[in-house]
């Protein structure tokens, strides 16, 4: 039976990395990606009014940035002054993806707060803002059960309070020579893919997921860092609205994955961007200097099935995951949490 106290998530509508120079990164995102426009606007300190880091009022004038990656939104954050979560963030961790934005069916923060803090998740930051001060955002520290960091929010989508257009000129073209403009999925890198899985399901009803094991021989021309390698990773999936969240587990051998659980812990790693011929977009990121971490062809290669490419590109500031979907995934179900009937 549900729990009649259990907030219910609808989707996931925004992710969220943490940068230096806001600016800086949103140009980058339209000249590599062709992701935007973007609205840059005013955040924290004065715009949040009572803007609380862990749990005492602080001033801290922010930036914030925003663009429509469907069906998500993709965000931008920086403190310009002061001390919040963003630059205890970028100390501890650099420039990276930070949170996620859940959407909940009655858009109630208060409720949402206190059924979080419930379960044991501390609120780190939380304010008000917009016209009204109607509006308001509450991120919660979800990280030891779920991997990642919560935030809660009555604003599900338009132009934020006090926005600016990036570029000045709605008239301009992006000069990017690839343009993937849809996230389609937020991995998180985790210790245990059943396990955490199974925590989402019981603590917040998000699921049912899907297990499979991914192993070199399903794929003709598995790579890491450019050369051959072999490798086991198993991942957890479910969808949340339009978007799927995946889980991701180093089994064994060579991978990014181990690679990032080594040197960052169990956390948010790649943002998925779906194409439609695998090789020519990464041909494009390869020529323009990015490193391919990870890749791999689905099925016989004279079929051109498909196939994912994991790059990293710095000034994006995430690990950007391409894939090619097959019309069939090659790999079958080895469990679901909760298990099928």
């Not at 009022?57 to 954050?77: D, N």
Request: charged share 25%.
């Amino acid at each position: 039976m549900e729990r009649p106290d259990r907030i219910k998530i609808v989707k996931i509508r925004q992710v969220c990395i943490v940068v230096k120079d806001v600016r800086k990164t949103a140009a980058a995102f339209w000249n590599i990606l062709g992701i935007g426009p973007w609205q840059i606007f005013p955040f924290g300190s004065p715009v949040v009014a009572n803007f609380m880091v862990h749990g005492k009022i602080t001033y801290v004038p922010c930036r914030g940035a925003v663009a429509e990656c469907e069906p998500m939104e993709l965000e931008l954050l920086q403190d310009v002054d002061g001390r919040s979560v963003y630059s205890e963030w970028v100390e501890e961790h650099g420039e990276s993806l930070h949170h996620m934005k859940f959407i909940t069916d009655d858009l109630d923060v208060d409720k949402s707060d206190r059924y979080l803090e419930r379960l044991g998740f501390p609120n780190i930051q939380y304010g008000y803002f917009g016209a009204g001060q109607v509006t308001h955002l509450s991120y919660h520290d979800a990280r030891k059960a779920l991997k990642c960091i919560w935030e809660t929010s009555t604003r599900s989508g338009g132009k934020p309070y006090g926005a600016g257009e990036y570029p000045n000129d709605p008239k301009t073209i992006s000069p990017a020579r690839v343009k993937l403009n849809s996230i389609s999925e937020v991995g998180i890198v985790v210790k245990n893919a059943a396990q955490t899985a199974q925590n989402y399901w019981d603590i917040m009803g998000i699921g049912p997921w899907e297990i499979r094991d991914w192993a070199s021989h399903e794929f003709w021309d598995r790579t890491c860092r450019g050369k051959p390698a072999w490798g086991l990773e198993r991942t957890a999936r479910t969808s949340i609205g339009e978007m799927e969240l995946e889980l991701v587990q180093p089994v064994e051998g060579d991978s990014v994955y181990q690679n990032w659980l080594d040197a960052r812990g169990e956390s948010i790693q790649h943002l998925k961007f779906p194409c439609n011929d695998i090789d020519a977009t990464s041909q494009v990121l390869t020529e323009m200097g990015f490193m391919s971490l990870q890749s791999g062809h689905f099925g016989d290669p004279a079929k051109k099935e498909g196939g994912f490419n994991i790059f990293d590109v710095p000034p994006l500031h995430c690990i950007v995951k391409l894939e090619q979907k097959p019309k069939v995934l090659p790999v079958k179900l080895s469990a679901t949490v909760p298990p099928r009937k």
